[in-house]
C-alpha cells in the first residue's frame, strides 16, 4: 500500500498569500496519477487537480498541482476567502487508492 | 449534469444491516466506475472499493475486504455499499464518487455524492 504523508497539518495564511501544500508518497506513484481535492465543513470533496498537474473542469488557475514520483505539491497562488478548507491527495495508480491525512488551510 | 444522490441519513443499531444507495444520472451509468469513501467524524478519507456496473467487477481495500458488500443494479443505474451486522465504529459519513473518465479504473473521482452519514449506536 502507498503511504501519502501530507505536510504541514495545518496552514496559518492570510487572503492573497500564497499555499504551498506538500505530499509524499512513500513510493513512486507511476504515471503521474496523483489528485487534489478540496472538502469543506459539511460538503462532499471537489476534484481540483488530477495527473498531478491538470485541473479539474470549472478550477480556477490560481489551483496549480507539479511534481512527479513521490513528491507533489499544490500551490495556490493567491488566497481568496472561499479557498479556506482542508485538502487531500489520493493516488490512483495502485490499490487501495490511498488518501493523504489532509492539509487545514486556515484563516490567520 | 453528471449527478450522483445517495440515500438519506441512517441510524442503526449494533448488529443490524443495512444498505445505503448511490442513484447515478446524467451519465452512462454503466461506463463508468463507481467507488466509495468513508469518513470518519474529524477523520481524513479511506476508499473503500469500486464497482464497474457494466460487468459488477468490484475491488476492494484490504482494509474493508470482508467488511462490506459493493454492487450495482444497472437496470435503476444505482450502486449500493452493504454490511450484514454494523458495528459501532462503522460510524462514519459514506461518499460515493465516479471515476473520471470512462471505461478507466486508474482515475480519479470527478463528481461526488452529497455523502450518507451512518450512525450505530445501541
Known amino acids: 500500500e502507498i503511504v501519502l504523508t501530507q505536510s504541514p497539518g495545518t496552514l496559518s495564511l492570510s487572503p492573497g498569500e500564497r499555499a504551498t501544500l506538500s505530499c509524499r508518497a512513500s513510493?513512486?506513484?507511476?504515471?503521474?496519477?496523483l489528485a487534489w481535492y478540496q472538502q469543506k465543513p459539511g460538503q462532499a470533496p471537489r476534484l481540483l487537480i488530477y495527473g498531478a498537474s491538470s485541473r479539474a473542469t470549472g478550477i480556477p488557475d490560481r489551483f496549480s498541482g507539479s511534481g512527479s514520483g513521490t513528491d507533489f505539491t499544490l500551490t495556490i497562488s493567491r488566497l481568496e476567502p472561499e479557498d479556506f478548507a482542508v485538502y487531500y491527495c489520493?493516488?490512483?495508480?495502485?490499490?487501495?487508492?490511498?488518501f493523504g491525512q489532509g492539509t487545514k488551510v486556515e484563516i490567520k | 449534469e453528471v449527478q450522483l444522490v445517495q440515500s438519506g441519513a441512517e441510524v442503526k443499531k449494533p448488529g443490524e444491516s443495512l444498505k445505503i444507495s448511490c442513484k447515478g444520472s446524467?451519465?452512462?451509468?454503466?461506463?463508468?466506475?463507481i467507488g466509495w469513501v468513508r469518513q470518519m467524524p474529524g477523520k481524513g478519507l479511506e476508499w473503500m472499493g469500486i464497482?464497474?456496473?457494466?460487468?459488477?467487477?468490484?475491488r476492494y481495500s484490504p482494509s474493508f475486504q470482508g467488511q462490506v458488500t459493493i454492487s450495482a443494479d444497472r437496470s435503476i443505474t444505482t450502486a449500493y455499499l452493504q454490511w450484514s451486522s454494523l458495528k459501532a465504529s462503522d460510524t462514519a459519513m459514506y461518499y460515493c464518487a465516479r471515476s473520471r473518465e470512462a471505461g478507466m479504473l486508474h482515475r480519479s473521482f470527478d463528481s461526488w455524492g452529497q455523502g450518507t452519514l451512518v450512525t450505530v449506536s445501541s
Open positions: 513510493q513512486s506513484v507511476s504515471g503521474s496519477k
Open positions: 489520493q493516488q490512483y495508480d495502485s490499490s487501495p487508492r490511498t
Open positions: 446524467g451519465y452512462s451509468f454503466t461506463t463508468y466506475w
Open positions: 464497482i464497474y456496473p457494466g460487468d459488477s467487477d468490484t
